[in-house]
């Protein structure tokens, strides 16, 4: 072979690893690029589906939105049977199936209906992987979900999981009732299932640091927390409890922001009606509880977004 061709040769192999080397350069880049991203998905409540292309994490998904009682909450559109909280509770499996398909994670924050009444057929479901209060354990229990499923925690635990992370923190409850609400029951054994709604019992109550990839959720099922616990955190995302019990607390939004250090992004939890099924208008909660919400952390945090969540609908955060 001629030293011509010997070079046009090395060159072409040159060339040729080079195009190698810069496609797999180029797909690892966006590969990364993507688990940058971290998508939460709004069900309603304090429920949540968040995703970063490695892990999926559901938080209290209450999907079957009971119509509970007769209150001001239902509308006289819903033909729906109403549910007394006397009743059995019984999961929407048809609209549950057609939301949700896969997780590895459910994180509890308590054992109220509309944190946990959709868990048992959710985890039976998927397999995903519970984490909860002794008493939130046992009611999925009752219900078969086995004990290599269930992580019994009572806030304080920080466990490593594969691609993810996650801090238990104690709190407490939101004041409900004008504050005159308490409820120290616990299941220490395991509950005769099906329950009645009235039987799913708070059972103490958590908040959880979820730590993704490339980000870390701080999220909240009640509009109540604990200060001193949450000392030190540093979220750059909040799921903020935001409604009218907050009101009856002393510097609620003042205090929280100042605690987890003005997140750079909050997203307000557990604001909606939830006696109403998807597609029905939620914009009286916007207005008479998010806008002002939003305006108030822009007057404390101006470099912190208040994104409205909408049902259903993802919110994509780089």
């Not at 998905?41 to 970063?52: H, L, N, Q, S, V």
């Not at 109220?112 to 229990?141: M, Q, S, W």
């Not at 959880?208 to 109540?224: D, E, I, K, P």
Request: include cysteine; charged fraction near 20%.
């Amino acid at each position: 072979m001629s030293p011509i061709n010997k070079k046009n040769k090395f060159n072409n192999t040159a060339s040729f690893v080079s195009c190698i080397f810069l496609i797999v350069f180029s797909f690892s880049f966006l590969a990364s690029a993507q688990n940058k991203e971290i998508q939460l998905k709004y069900f309603g409540t304090a429920g949540w589906e968040i995703k970063d292309g490695n892990i999926t994490v559901i938080i209290d998904p209450y999907i079957s939105r009971l119509k509970l009682g007769t209150g001001p909450g239902v509308s006289p559109d819903d033909n729906r049977k109403t549910v007394e909280r006397s009743d059995i509770f019984v999961s929407d499996t048809l609209l549950i199936d057609s939301l949700i398909t896969k997780a590895d994670f459910i994180l509890a924050h308590h054992s109220h209906f509309d944190h946990l009444g959709d868990v048992p057929y959710i985890a039976r479901k998927t397999g995903a992987k519970v984490i909860g209060t002794e008493t939130t354990c046992n009611i999925l229990r009752a219900y078969g979900i086995p004990d290599e499923q269930l992580y019994p925690v009572k806030g304080g635990e920080d466990y490593q999981f594969e691609n993810f992370s996650v801090q238990v923190i104690p709190t407490i409850h939101s004041a409900l009732n004008d504050k005159h609400y308490i409820d120290n029951r616990t299941y220490s054994e395991v509950p005769q299932a099906p329950l009645k709604v009235s039987e799913f019992i708070e059972g103490g109550s958590l908040m959880f640091l979820a730590r993704f990839a490339n980000h870390t959720v701080l999220t909240m099922g009640s509009m109540n927390f604990v200060e001193r616990e949450l000392v030190g955190q540093e979220p750059d995302i909040l799921l903020a409890g935001v409604n009218r019990s907050q009101l009856g607390l002393y510097k609620y939004n003042e205090r929280l922001l100042a605690v987890t250090n003005y997140p750079k992004i909050i997203i307000p939890t557990h604001w909606d009606n939830f006696r109403l099924p998807y597609g029905f208008s939620q914009q009286s909660g916007v207005e008479q509880k998010l806008i002002p919400f939003q305006q108030d952390v822009k007057r404390l945090s101006p470099d912190t977004r208040v994104l409205i969540p909408e049902h259903l609908k993802t919110l994509t955060i780089e």
